[in-house]
């Protein structure tokens, strides 16, 4: 039971992983059509809100909340959800797609340094040489030539900075336990109203936008914070925060891959070869998953005959 909760923990943050890296394409299509990030963060946190409040109801989820978890879900919401998706859509400003959500996946690496430092979560062998790769994968993918604002990549790593405490706070709080959709849904709306205290005093909030923008922004609400945010939470409550977050370092492939066929951003041998080290990070962690053949078996016939 516990092998195939690994399994679905880790196809469920893989799946969450690609939704999120078709984000950037999206975002890189709103603002072409006159969008920006103070609006996008504001219309993709409100819009996805109806649809969570139909699923909760069709659910039969409660709509109450205690007064930490209250606290908590403001607190993690804008003090680093919110705040890691307005950098990330500021930085697109800056720097190519693909250089941005590279150094936004500082993050796991980040995730996994907490853990071990603040909570003595123990990396173990396996993961320790999965990040290793991984840091060489994400050095190898970061095209330093390329060009790009500095404050772009000041956005882009502080993004990875506030995800990494979203991350450890799913993972190490009551907000754990509550149920996707409810912790999904009041994050939208506080942060909406965040947006709205940082757009309408700077200006920076546009409430009128032109149709397919809106729809567009409908489509990456419900795929980024419907469909992808409940499928990483179920990953972190069945593999943990560490684990998770090296899963979803698949975001950058598929971000990259996006970026090459319909932003005609075509990937340097660099990019590629940092894909490929990637890939073999996330094998290599699911690999050290796996318990042993013997262990297996012996924890198979437990669940069969009942024992524990």
Not at 77 to 86: D, E, K, V
Request: glycine share 12%; with cysteine.
């Amino acid at each position: 039971m516990a092998e195939r909760g690994k399994a679905l923990g880790m196809g469920l943050t893989s799946l969450s992983a690609v939704l999120f890296g078709l984000m950037p394409v999206g975002a890189s299509w709103i603002y072409a059509w006159g969008g920006d990030p103070v609006t996008l963060t504001f219309y993709r946190n409100l819009m996805v809100v109806p649809v969570l409040l139909a699923a909760m109801k069709a659910e039969g989820i409660s709509f109450r909340t205690t007064r930490r978890e209250a606290a908590l879900l403001l607190l993690v919401g804008i003090g680093f959800r919110a705040s890691t998706t307005l950098m990330l859509y500021q930085s697109y400003l800056y720097i190519p797609t693909g250089v941005a959500t590279t150094l936004h996946f500082l993050y796991p690496l980040l995730t996994a340094l907490v853990c071990r430092l603040g909570f003595r979560e123990r990396l173990g062998p396996w993961k320790a040489a999965a990040l290793a790769l991984a840091a060489a994968g994400l050095w190898l993918s970061l095209d330093l030539e390329g060009g790009g604002a500095p404050l772009g990549f000041l956005l882009a790593v502080a993004s990875a900075c506030t995800y990494a405490g979203y991350v450890v706070s799913m993972d190490r709080t009551a907000l754990r336990e509550m149920h996707p959709h409810k912790v999904a849904c009041y994050m939208g709306l506080g942060n909406a109203a965040a947006m709205v205290c940082v757009g309408v005093p700077t200006g920076q909030l546009r409430p009128i936008q032109p149709a397919p923008v809106l729809l567009l922004t409908f489509l990456l609400a419900v795929g980024t914070a419907f469909f992808a945010v409940t499928l990483f939470q179920r990953g972190i409550r069945l593999l943990g925060a560490s684990s998770a977050a090296l899963f979803s370092m698949l975001e950058p492939i598929t971000s990259v891959a996006a970026g090459w066929l319909l932003l005609g951003e075509e990937p340097g041998l660099r990019s590629l070869l940092g894909c490929g080290l990637i890939l073999g990070g996330v094998a290599l962690a699911a690999l050290g998953d796996a318990p042993p053949p013997a262990e297996r078996d012996l924890t198979e016939r437990r669940e069969q005959t009942g024992l524990r």
